[in-house]
Nanobody, 127 residues
Framework: QVHLVESGGGLVQAGGSLRLSCAAS????????MSWFRQAPGKEREFVAG????????NYADSVKGRFTISRDNAKNTVYLQMNSLKPEDTAQYYC????????????????????WGQGTQVTVST
């Protein structure tokens, strides 16, 4: 059973930075895709960024390209989301998710295909 635990959320001023972490356990993640999704109040959950564990290939939502960077540490089984130049519209609950059988970065977008989810961590960006 895969277990995902997010951390690193908090309150930050616009223009600031935060780094989210997702500690993964329960299996080896070769062939897995790991992604961050977010959900703001009153809105649907949306894809933010994803990474293919084996290859390190990444994909990003247009709204965060150039500001956010996803990475993984194989030794620690941890995925990170470095968020820079934060905007108030980035305020949301951020979730880490994992799914197997991912070999193409285009496969990272589909929320419905993710089998495992963390509990989420809140990010609030003030003006």
């Amino acid at each position: 059973q895969v277990h995902l635990v997010e951390s690193g959320g908090g309150l930050v001023q616009a223009g600031g930075s935060l780094r989210l972490s997702c500690a993964a356990s329960g299996r080896t993640f070769s062939g897995y895709g790991m992604s961050w999704f977010r959900q703001a109040p009153g809105k649907e959950r949306e894809f933010v960024a994803g990474i293919i564990w084996s290859s390190g290939r990444t994909n990003y939502a247009d709204s965060v390209k150039g500001r956010f960077t996803i990475s993984r540490d194989n030794a620690k089984n941890t995925v990170y989301l470095q968020m820079n130049s934060l905007k108030p519209e980035d305020t949301a609950q951020y979730y880490c998710a994992a799914r197997g059988g991912v070999y193409y970065s285009s496969s990272l977008y589909d929320e419905q295909k993710y089998n495992y989810w963390g509990q989420g961590t809140q990010v609030t960006v003030s003006t």
